[in-house]
């Protein structure tokens, strides 16, 4: 008997775009799913559009006040009643396979959360992620964050590609105080219960990036970004912390134009963590090289340009 999975997606304005995360999920070719769509405060528009699909499988849940990102999806997953869960950002959609390769992929492991790979769809290129698949010999942290390039990261693991058992999730909710939620999910799942990060190594999810549109998630500050990196600190290891300072917290420093954020950081990065060339060289870049240069260098790297309709 094939498991029931609860799908869980937040969304807030966006009617149209979770229109075509929802039929993403209904048209699965894994059909034991209920489908729980959080519309995260007041908005007439999505919830009449999310209704109007009349599918026995689809509910709807309403927060009367912004909850966020992380907030909603817990209120997705304590409604849920599947043993498995799953997370969809509402700008995102799967691939109709996504969930049968996922449970196949763990039917003979140990509880995991289990990813798989992603097409990332920018105005600019099209290309895969991640780079390398985490294979848990080294700490999650670093492959999420060391940088060894000055273009791109090997690591990557995505929201919209989580799946994993629902006594799992029970151990490990989404922090709703938190800038980097999902970020901090998968930490804590991994460095601090020791689950299993498991990958299928397809292409299952299509995520949709650098578009001019609003966000569930706040928009976090560089400032907001250290502090976060400080409250993680027990769990992080000291070449994943100086990564984080000169490659997240310093991105966001420089697009700011926080020209006082420049030696702090790099104080910070030196006096708590392990820097490497690398890292100190793509700080340099994020300040002395224009944003939508990078983009295209990142694009060039990566992969060839496509149209928008690939």
Partial sequence: MKPLISVVIPTLHRPNLVVRAVNSVLNQTHKEIEVIVVVDGPDEDTITAVR??????????????SLTAAGARNVGADRATGEWIAFLDDDDE????????????????????????????????????PQAIYDNSAPLDEYLFDRRSLVMGQGFIQTSSYL???RLFDRVRFNVESPHDDWEFILRLSKQKGIRIETVPEVLVLLYFEE????????????ASLSWLESMRPIITPRA?????????GSRAAKEGAYAAFPELLYRAFRDGSPTLWHVMLFLTFWLTPQRFRQQLRALVRGRSFPRSA
Avoid at 52 to 65: A, C, F, G, K, T
């Fill in 52 to 65: 109007s699909m009349e599918d026995p499988r689809l509910q709807v849940v309403i927060n009367p006040r």
């Fill in 94 to 129: 799967w691939l109709s396979n996504k969930l049968e390769r996922q449970i196949a992929f763990v039917s003979e492991c140990e509880p995991a959360l289990v990813s798989c790979l992603s097409r990332v769809v920018t105005p600019i290129a099209t290309y895969v992620l």
């Fill in 164 to 166: 994993l058992p629902r």
């Fill in 212 to 223: 001019n549109r609003g966000s569930l998630t706040s928009s976090t500050t560089w400032s």
């Fill in 241 to 249: 912390y100086s990564s984080f300072c000169l490659g997240v917290a």
